[in-house]
């Protein structure tokens, strides 16, 4: 079986506090592709990263960065110093090679507060 | 500026009635999808196209029909035979390199409800 979990629901913190939304996998493929989506309240989804499954490297960009770790089928992103424009909903997504699709978690709703 | 857009931003719909959401995208992609989002779900895959003038089933196409006439145009059109059909719809495309490898870029969305 192949699927996302997104165990967050909401998260909420105050201003600066850094935050880190947990994604968990499930694949028998070798070979596949992560994401990440922000979803603000306008409900456009925002590309955030894409990440294969070889290159486990962490990534840093800007106030973001992203821990793919293969031995515990985790990919989280942290927001450091976070900022009320952060507040949205965040979407972890795997998409298997050979196949078109994604297959999305539910969703964390973070709410940052001034 | 590239990119896609979907309309109207929020429909409304009797029962029974048929609706058609529109989605255009100038990024000369490819592949075009179609998502449904529920309140605290992820998205679901209801159809998707890789080619002009042909279209796959996604995991929710029931009640639901599509046409790829235009590479740059993928309308959804939503039927009366959709039970439940109140929700947030997302187009989305990408390009086509290998499955898998792509990544989708996504439109504003339609939020129809039914009345």
């Known amino acids: 079986a192949q699927k996302v979990t997104q165990a967050q629901t909401e998260i909420s913190v105050v201003e600066k506090e850094d935050v880190t939304l947990d994604c968990v996998y499930e694949?028998?493929?070798?070979?596949?592709?992560l994401f990440w989506y922000k979803q603000p309240p306008s409900g456009e989804l925002v590309f955030l990263i894409r990440?294969?499954?070889?290159?486990?490297q962490n990534e840093i960009s800007g106030r973001y960065s992203w821990n793919f770790q293969k031995s515990t089928s985790s990919f989280n992103f942290t927001i450091t110093a976070s900022q009320v424009v952060d507040s949205a909903v965040y979407f972890c997504a795997l998409s298997p090679s050979g196949t078109y699709k994604y297959i999305f978690g539910t969703g964390t709703r973070l709410k940052v507060l001034a | 500026d590239g990119g896609i857009t979907q309309s109207p931003k929020y429909l409304f719909r009797k029962e029974g009635q048929n609706v058609t959401l529109s989605c255009e995208q100038n990024l000369n992609h490819d592949a075009m999808y179609w998502y449904r989002q529920d309140p605290g779900q992820g998205l679901r895959l209801i159809y998707y196209?890789?080619?002009?003038?042909?279209?796959q089933k996604g995991d929710i196409a029931e009640g639901y029909s599509v046409s790829r006439e235009k590479k740059e145009s993928f309308p959804l059109t939503v039927t009366s035979a959709q039970k439940n059909p109140t929700a947030f719809y997302l187009c989305?495309?990408?390009?086509?390199?290998?499955?898998?490898?792509?990544?989708?870029?996504f439109g504003p969305g339609t939020r129809l409800t039914v009345l």
């Open positions: 989305a495309s990408s390009a086509i390199q290998a499955p898998g490898t792509d990544t989708q870029y």
């Open positions: 990440r294969n499954s070889f290159d486990e």
């Open positions: 196209s890789q080619i002009v003038n042909d279209f």
């Open positions: 694949t028998r493929d070798t070979t596949y592709y």
